[in-house]
């Protein structure tokens, strides 16, 4: 039927060319943002995993950065550890030196003076392995602790041991002296528990350090897998998308031809009258 008020064919057009320039929309869309799923109304099931998957690889940026500093809380006490270990090792020679009897009175004074100063440098080690503000080492010693994971949930957790003179480690007191080759023989003692001790404190720590690290290599897997899966489900494929481009822009051109086709018909009717 030809009718001046009712153009069928150009509705058909019109509707065809909307749908055209609409994928047009979403395909440029998708090559300037690099997304197939930009936001909620591209795909609103989609875009929600793919959010809660990149606030999960922003929360694992926190965990890596907390098991960073508790890493380098340990690393500080297991260095200032290893140096007390050293200082152990020279105090045990003073004594052993000093706790043999006949020594001149020189000789016994010069060990003693040594060992004062290497005892009393542990106390100064102590006090000096400190990082952003903790100290496992102290009196009263700081823990190592690191996030476990992205909900705050569980922590790993290195626990600080005093290495003080006169504690449960280092043995040693502060009054421990070789002024005589009897206390020398007594320091003698509180030194070999004191290494003893001490040595097992740094495995323990040793092992906790290699956790962290373990741990720290683990959070960047999981964070390179997350982003792989929203990569997977939320990026636009760019070759692809560039050959429906150019598809959609020759099929525009095409529908914007036949609208102006179906436009012309209803001129037609001008001759039936002439």
Do not use: C
């Not at 922003?58 to 098991?67: H, I, K, L, N």
């Not at 006490?77 to 140096?83: C, D, K, L, R």
């Not at 106390?123 to 400190?130: E, F, H, K, P, Q």
């Not at 494929?237 to 150019?246: C, I, R, V, W």
């Amino acid at each position: 039927m030809l009718s001046v008020n009712t153009n069928q064919g150009a509705m058909v057009a019109l509707q065809t060319l909307n749908k055209t320039n609409s994928d047009l929309d979403k395909t440029q869309n998708a090559i300037s943002t690099g997304l197939k799923v930009a936001t909620a109304k591209d795909n609103g099931a989609i875009w929600a995993i793919a959010n809660k998957m990149r606030s999960d690889v922003g929360a694992y940026d926190r965990v890596r950065e907390s098991t960073d500093r508790a890493a380098s809380i340990l690393d500080t006490g297991i260095s200032a550890g290893e140096s007390i270990m050293e200082l152990l090792n020279e105090m045990k020679g003073k004594a052993l030196a000093a706790s043999q009897t006949g020594l001149s009175a020189s000789a016994q004074a010069a060990l003693a003076a040594d060992f004062a100063q290497l005892r009393d440098q542990i106390t100064s080690v102590i006090n000096n392995a400190v990082f952003d503000g903790a100290n496992m080492i102290a009196g009263t010693p700081n823990n190592a602790v690191a996030l476990g994971d992205a909900n705050g949930a569980n922590n790993i957790t290195v626990n600080g041991a005093s290495l003080a003179l006169a504690g449960t480690i280092v043995t040693v007191t502060g009054t421990s002296a070789l002024d005589t080759a009897a206390n020398a023989a007594t320091a003698l003692g509180l030194v070999n528990t004191s290494i003893t001790n001490l040595g097992t404190q740094l495995a323990t720590w040793g092992a906790g350090a290699k956790r962290l690290e373990v741990h720290r290599t683990f959070i960047g897997k999981l964070q390179d897998a997350l982003s792989n899966g929203i990569g997977a489900i939320a990026d636009a494929d760019l070759a692809k998308e560039s050959a429906k481009l150019q598809a959609l822009q020759t099929k525009s051109q095409l529908g914007i031809q036949a609208l102006s086709i179906a436009n012309s018909s209803s001129q037609s009717a001008l001759s039936l009258f002439r």
